[in-house]
């Protein structure tokens, strides 16, 4: 029996992995969207039309917040974040993904920290308080860190099982098995 990840394995992992990402990138592009639009009608209603409106400033912030976290979970998908691998880089290639694999692992364990931490906040205080000139309750721009956590946490846990697939591939490709009859 073959214990070796199947390529079929992998393809349905990087599938799920360009969903997530699809998901993620359309709903910030049309968070983008909104807040150019937003934005630039404040302008216009500020210094041209003399009558500002109240919520022109708000809903870009909480539109730029959601960005961010959504953004993230791509980041994650296409490491693309911040690293210092001046030392990492210089490991061989075994002991490098077995480095870069426990990194991965202490950031899952921050991402669910931030999920959890997030959905309590949200519960705890989101429905106290609303948005002063918008009258929405802050739950709902609240919820931007435990979803941008589930986004981030789903890619990061694709990255680790095909840190895993390559992992499993080439030590088994290393070994060498003695096939005599």
């Given at each position: 029996m073959n214990a070796l990840p199947s390529q079929r394995a992998v393809e349905i992992t990087e599938r799920v992995r360009t969903s997530l990402d699809s998901i993620s990138l359309?709903?910030?592009?049309?968070l983008l969207v909104v807040?150019?639009?937003?934005?630039n009608l404040g302008v216009f209603f500020r210094?041209?039309?003399f009558a500002p409106l109240p919520w022109s400033e708000q809903i870009p912030k909480y539109a730029m917040i959601w960005m961010g976290f959504l953004g993230a979970s791509t980041g994650i998908s296409r490491d693309r974040h911040i690293g210092f691998d001046i030392l990492v880089s210089?490991?061989?290639?075994?002991?490098r993904r077995i480095v870069i694999l426990a990194g991965r692992f202490?950031?899952?364990?921050?991402l669910l920290c931030m999920t959890i931490w997030g959905v309590s906040f949200a519960f705890a205080v989101g429905f106290d308080s609303s948005a002063p000139m918008l009258r929405v309750p802050m739950f709902y721009f609240f919820l931007a860190v435990p979803i941008g956590g589930v986004f981030m946490i789903l890619q990061l846990a694709i990255k680790i099982l095909l840190d895993i697939f390559n992992l499993v591939d080439s030590v088994s490709s290393s070994v060498k098995l003695d096939r005599r009859p």
């Open positions: 359309t709903v910030a592009a049309v807040l150019a639009v937003i934005v210094y041209v039309l210089r490991l061989p290639l075994n002991a202490l950031i899952m364990f921050f």
